[in-house]
């Protein structure tokens, strides 16, 4: 996990296929909407049962009323769950189809009691969260279903093409709006989620996103025995270049080392922009010898970069190492882990830039504090 504005993007966008199937607060309210309109619909279809004339006697009135129970019965899953897969969703759209020809079999008048507009619920549902090849199916079954739905009603060919074609294409291209109107919805809070935890010059992460991941990482370090490292950049002599060739020329160090930096780091690492030339590594390391090496890593891709215009820095990197344990507050360490690794980088900078020191605080089991290996460096500047 890199940063990379373009890369990113294309993983966060929600699928357009993609349904309510988690937990949050969200999939909650839209597992509880369709299963009250569901309810609904069985109530206000049950009333039929006590209107003369509606429906057939006999059979057709059982199939009727056992039919109304199935959509309250569809109900319950949802509430119990609070969510609904994709593949429930598309059991449940295609489920509404047979349903309204069902409802029709069991009417005496299906124009009068069960107009093709009661294919809106299933085509709505599919347009807003299915997939386009679920939508697909399902206009093609709404088609199905209006054909069936008026067969009864119309003895001319012709007059039944028209009102199925009428039908049916009325109800496709509502859905087939939603559907593009939800898509375009998506990524547009997609896109603006995004910029809100990226740098808009590097297109590295920001501040936030690492506050928001850290409880992943500490989960994650706990569960496999690992540890949380964090290694502070500091571009050596920035302003220097910034007062010589100008904003423009560091503007475009900074984005070089930030492409340089996106191809060193290993694709589970967090790299972030905090502020200025500084820069910020988290990761998951099993020793200190591992997170010293990354960091050398890290400091010759930097003095490896160049701008377009020739302009090269190096950088000072402080590393800090922790132990993630039961009670922690993510948030809360990982600052104290980035401060470690700045009081590093500058003593870094101290014994002469472009170094990389290594410092793990003292475990909360071990009394002895642990110090990490510092690989030995060339001053390249």
């Not at 006590?50 to 009323?65: K, Q």
């Not at 059991?91 to 409802?103: Q, R």
Request: glycine share 8%; charged share 20%; proline share 5%.
């Amino acid at each position: 996990m890199i940063g990379r504005a373009d890369t990113e993007l294309d993983r966060t966008v929600t699928a357009p296929g993609a349904s309510p199937t988690g937990r949050g607060p969200e999939h909650r309210v839209a597992a509880f909407t369709i299963a009250t309109m569901l309810v609904l619909g069985a109530l206000m279809g049950g009333i039929n049962l006590f209107v003369d004339g509606v429906l057939h006697e006999g059979a057709g009135r059982w199939v009727y009323a056992a039919t109304m129970g199935l959509l309250i019965a569809m109900a319950v899953p949802l509430v119990v769950r609070q969510r609904a897969g994709r593949w429930h969703m598309f059991a449940l759209v295609l489920l509404g189809d047979l349903i309204y020809v069902v409802v029709v079999l069991c009417v005496q008048d299906p124009v009068r009691y069960a107009t093709p507009l009661m294919l809106l619920f299933p085509a709505f549902a599919a347009a807003w969260f299915l997939g386009r090849w679920e939508l697909g199916v399902n206009m093609v079954a709404t088609t199905l279903a209006c054909l069936v739905g008026l067969w009864p009603s119309y003895d001319n060919p012709v007059g039944l093409a028209v009102q199925v074609g009428v039908s049916a294409g009325m109800l496709n291209a509502a859905a087939l709006s939603v559907f593009v109107l939800r898509r375009r919805v998506q990524r547009l809070l997609v896109a603006t989620e995004n910029l809100s935890r990226l740098d808009p010059l590097t297109g590295l992460f920001n501040r936030r996103f690492l506050e928001e991941q850290a409880p992943r990482l500490w989960r994650q370090a706990r569960r496999d025995g690992v540890r949380v490292t964090v290694m502070v950049l500091d571009l050596d002599h920035f302003k220097r270049l910034n007062d010589a060739h100008g904003h423009a020329a560091g503007d475009a160090v900074l984005r070089a080392v930030a492409r340089a930096l996106s191809a060193a780091v290993r694709p589970s690492d967090i790299l972030a922009r905090t502020g200025g030339e500084e820069l910020v590594v988290v990761g998951l390391v099993g020793d200190g010898d591992e997170a010293a090496h990354l960091a050398e890593r890290l400091r010759f891709a930097v003095a490896s970069s160049r701008s377009a215009e020739g302009h090269a820095v190096t950088a000072s990197i402080g590393v800090a190492l922790s132990r993630p344990a039961d009670g922690e507050d993510p948030a809360q360490e990982l600052w104290r882990l980035v401060d470690r690794a700045d009081a590093a980088m500058y003593e870094a900078k101290q014994q002469g830039r472009n170094q990389v020191v290594a410092r793990c605080r003292p475990s909360a089991r071990p009394s002895v504090p642990e110090q990490l290996p510092v690989p030995a460096v060339s001053d390249v500047a």
